[in-house]
């Protein structure tokens, strides 16, 4: 169990096909964001729907039962889960794809720092150059950055 979140850092959340990147395809900026939040860089947070979509394409891409309980576990132990979450649905600016409406939720819960993804829906809000590779949208006080460009941030580009 993750100990409560540290003020000092940064919020994030990743889009689950990040992080699948990483676990999945071991990409290069999947894993340095999964080193990250395991050396505490940064605080990644989660909630169940992200959960379920992780499970499904864990499954979907053929992990075992065993690495996807070690890819869980990892998660569970160097991420904070969210259980309660407001609901975007009233709201003017909602996700193209409601689909990915979990996430902006998450992010509203959390007032997160940042929402790391490659979804040019997410990357379109209030951004006026999405194809741009370091270029990023905002979502209230969130920033959202493609991977690139977050890890850039971090000193990591």
């Known amino acids: 169990m993750t100990s409560l979140p540290k003020p000092n850092k940064p919020k994030v959340v990743v889009d689950v096909n990040i992080f699948v990147a990483g676990v999945v395809f071991n990409s290069l900026i999947g ?3 999964i080193d990250q939040f ?5 605080q990644l947070f989660y909630n169940q729907p992200f959960l379920d979509e992780l499970t499904r394409k864990l499954i979907y891409f053929g992990l075992s039962e065993d690495q996807r309980r070690i890819t869980l576990e990892k998660l569970e132990r160097h991420a904070y889960f969210v259980e309660s979450l407001v609901t975007i ?3 003017k600016f909602q996700a193209r794809d409601t689909q990915d409406n979990y996430l902006l939720e998450l992010v509203q819960t959390i007032k997160s720092d940042f929402l ?3 979804d040019k829906n997410l990357l ?3 951004n006026p150059e999405p194809k741009n590779l370091l270029s990023f949208g905002t979502w209230d006080s969130t920033v959202i950055f ?3 460009a977050f890890l850039s941030s971090f000193g990591e580009g």
């Open 124 to 126: 379109s809000i209030n």
């Open 38 to 42: 395991c050396a505490s860089q940064f």
């Open 31 to 33: 894993v340095k964001i």
């Open 89 to 91: 649905g009233h709201l």
């Open 116 to 118: 790391v993804t490659r």
């Open 146 to 148: 493609k991977p690139e």
